[in-house]
């Protein structure tokens, strides 16, 4: 079904998860521009809570993230992230109200339920929530059923599992060994807690994958009924993910078996009744993700594909970013000199980009060509961007339909790369993305 084109997957591109993307933040955004964003908002809001604790790490992941193995350090963080909150709602108008809570890390369950449950505590008391739609990312090697309770209690009703592999060789090359028992016993557990709708995250591209290895994977996966399935391509950047020394680059398919392997588990889901969402992600028909893509409602964020229609998004934690429609803005990274901006009463932005009209209208482009396969494309824009484009139209990876730019179904795993001509900030940081597939 797609035809691999080694030239136009040669350049690394973003994700296209915010744009400008975080490689263009500078120093120049600080807390002052965060305040006076936040006094424009009206209408529904979302918010990100970041809590960059596992248990254990593993030697793939480029998260912000840390071991929880120091409570007093914890306990420090979860003492300035609840007072951030307090200081960022107080800010919020009236007139805004929170919609959607996602909670993600590291791993929210790195920490206490008891923790946790007090920073929900404190968000519906600041922010007044009142019937959110709540997420939740999780590690099945710390999921304990005191968890089940808690996410019960709550309301939680959209959670995803990290589950990478189910080849037992393949977890101990990554650094995260989980049986097979353990994720069953987490998805029936957090069924039961009234998940509704379910994502298992996945990933192609390991040392020593084959294809076999992974075909087990999907199966297993569409056998414990995940609703939704990213199916993500391994980066392997040691020089800047320094725990990745420890994986086998030796090992590693290169970029024709990678490709290979991403057609062979998009064929696969849908075969197996699931609707692409984007170039890797998959929902059922049923599930709301699903459902957006099919309405053209679809929309990308921090958080990735979403069914979210708010155009502001707050982040809460260390490394959190904010998206605003003229402003993105980053928290302090690290997590002491954040902790010590909030012992000062100081909000922990110190780096972003603000959006021009330019950067909106492009963004909302790419937007539209990664979530939709198409979008229209102004005179301007075209006359830019239509000799960086003719490798792909020659391709026929997309096409000209009057006044839109149309991504072909064989141009899908090249989505990336097509919406990238449309970046102009690609031409200086080219070198700091991971390929496109």
């Known amino acids: ?24 933040f500078g120093d120049e955004v600080g807390e002052g521009d965060f305040v006076q964003a936040l006094a424009d908002v009206r209408g529904d809001i979302s918010l990100y809570v970041h809590i960059p604790f596992c248990e254990k790490i593993c030697w793939y992941c480029g998260c912000n993230t840390s071991a929880a193995n120091k409570a007093e350090r914890v306990a420090s963080y979860l003492d300035a992230l609840n007072h951030e909150i307090s200081l960022v709602a107080e800010r919020v108008p009236k007139g805004a109200k929170v919609s959607r809570i996602a909670f993600g890390g590291g791993s929210p369950n790195g920490i206490s339920p008891i923790d946790f449950v007090r920073i929900v505590d404190t968000l ?9 739609v709540m997420s939740i990312e999780l590690d099945p090697r710390t999921l304990g059923s005191e968890w089940a309770s808690v996410i019960g209690a709550i309301g939680i009703d959209r959670a995803s599992l990290g589950v990478q592999t189910f080849a037992p060789h393949l977890q101990e090359a990554i650094g995260r060994v989980q049986p097979t028992r353990m994720i069953e016993n987490s998805t029936a557990m957090l069924r039961a807690a009234g998940i509704t709708s379910l994502n298992f995250d996945l990933m192609y591209g390991l040392p020593g994958q084959t294809m076999a290895d992974l075909d087990d994977s999907l199966e297993q996966t569409v056998a414990l009924g995940a609703d939704r399935i990213a199916l993500f391509g391994y980066a392997h950047v040691p020089h800047m ?45 049923g599930d ?37 429609p003229g402003l993105l803005a980053q928290n ?83 989505a990336r790369s097509i919406a990238a001509r449309f970046d102009p900030y690609r031409k200086d940081s080219l070198r700091r993305f991971s390929s496109a597939v």
Request: charged fraction near 20%; include cysteine.
């Open 124 to 132: 519906i008391v600041h922010f007044g929530v009142t019937n959110p």
């Open 241 to 285: 993910i320094p725990r990745q020394r420890k994986i086998d680059a030796s090992d590693l398919p290169d970029a024709q078996a990678r490709f290979a392997m991403a057609a062979h588990g998009y064929s696969f889901l849908l075969d197996a009744g699931y609707v692409p969402v984007g170039f890797d992600h998959f929902a059922l028909p």
């Open 332 to 414: 302090e990274k690290n997590t002491g000199r954040y902790r010590m901006m909030l012992s000062q009463d100081r909000l922990p932005v110190n780096r972003g980009i603000a959006r021009t009209a330019q950067d909106q209208h492009r963004g909302a482009v790419i937007e539209a060509l990664l979530c939709r396969g198409r979008a229209r494309i102004d005179e301007t824009l075209r006359a830019e961007a239509l000799p960086l484009l003719r490798p792909y139209l020659d391709a026929d990876l997309c096409e000209i339909d009057g006044e839109d730019l149309v991504i072909r179904p064989g141009g899908v795993p090249y």
């Open 1 to 24: 079904m797609w035809t691999y084109h080694p030239d136009l997957l040669a350049v690394p591109v973003p994700r296209y998860t915010s744009f400008p993307t975080a490689a263009e």
């Open 288 to 324: 709301s993700l699903a459902q957006a893509m099919l309405k053209g409602t679809l929309r990308r964020n921090f958080q990735g594909f979403t069914e979210d229609p708010s155009d502001v998004l707050l982040g809460l934690g260390a490394s959190a970013i904010s998206g605003f």
